[in-house]
T-cell receptor
Framework: DAEITQSPRHKITETGRQVTLACHQT?????MFWYRQDLGHGLRLIHY???????NKGEVSDGYSVSRSNTEDLPLTLESAASSQTSVYFC??????????????FGPGTRLTVL | AQSVTQPDIHITVSEGASLELRCNYS??????LFWYVQSPGQGLQLLLK??????LVQGIKGFEAEFKRSQSSFNLRKPSVHWSDAAEYFC?????????????FGSGTRLSIRP
């Protein structure tokens, strides 16, 4: 069955380190998204991509970057981790072409702790 | 401005009782509406969605939601809750012909079930 996976599921790192969170989907979806989830804030969009070589900033993109070299993967990099980036990170994907609104399917999440 | 409001942060209902979770939105276009459920430590799972047509939408796990344009609401209902329904529920709003990145998530309602 098609799915979307994230790794690692849990990560503890130190302030200032570079961290990369992986997201892999086998839906063959065009669109991929990264969100962070914090108590009282729901989900906030970090970055998104509508296809290979396409990346865009979301609402809370400072300190994060993504790259899309193939359809299946959208890794999220924290350039220099900060304590404020302690959060749960979710990757999602959707099928529509042209980045039109469509149902998003979510991965299981990565819990990141920055000490 | 576009927004989604889930007025109830936490609701407790008895097992077997009926449930209604509220969602109100403000969106300047024909809305696409979603309800997701998040069990502890898990990702978001789509319960149901409304894009067009019948305003009463049936979803998985016995849930339904009704789109009321005049009230800008999309409330989630279940006639008889089970202990396994304890989770966090998120309402989300996008728009037809809008960018997939413009989906907005509410801050969530945590549902507890009283035995």
């Amino acid at each position: 069955d098609a799915e979307i996976t994230q790794s690692p599921r849990h990560k503890i790192t130190e302030t200032g380190r570079q961290v990369t969170l992986a997201c892999h989907q086998t839906w063959n979806h065009n669109n991929m998204f990264w969100y962070r989830q914090d108590l009282g804030h729901g989900l906030r969009l970090i970055h998104y991509s509508y296809g290979v070589q396409d990346t865009n900033k979301g609402e809370v993109s400072d300190g994060y970057s993504v790259s899309r070299s193939n359809t299946e993967d959208l890794p999220l990099t924290l350039e220099s981790a900060a304590s404020s980036q302690t959060s749960v990170y979710f990757c999602a994907s959707s099928e529509s072409s042209g980045g039109d609104t469509d149902t998003q399917y979510f991965g299981p999440g990565t819990r990141l702790t920055v000490l | 401005a576009q927004s989604v409001t889930q007025p109830d942060i936490h609701i407790t209902v008895s097992e077997g009782a009926s449930l209604e979770l509220r969602c109100n939105y403000s969106y300047g276009a024909t809305p696409y509406l979603f309800w997701y459920v998040q069990s502890p430590g898990q990702g978001l799972q789509l319960l149901l969605k409304y894009f067009s047509g019948d305003t009463l939408v049936q979803g998985i796990k016995g849930f339904e939601a009704e789109f009321k344009r005049s009230q800008s609401s999309f409330n989630l209902r279940k006639p008889s809750v089970h202990w396994s329904d304890a989770a966090e529920y998120f309402c989300a709003v996008g728009a037809k012909y809008s960018s997939a990145s413009k989906i907005i998530f509410g801050s969530g309602t945590r549902l507890s079930i009283r035995p």
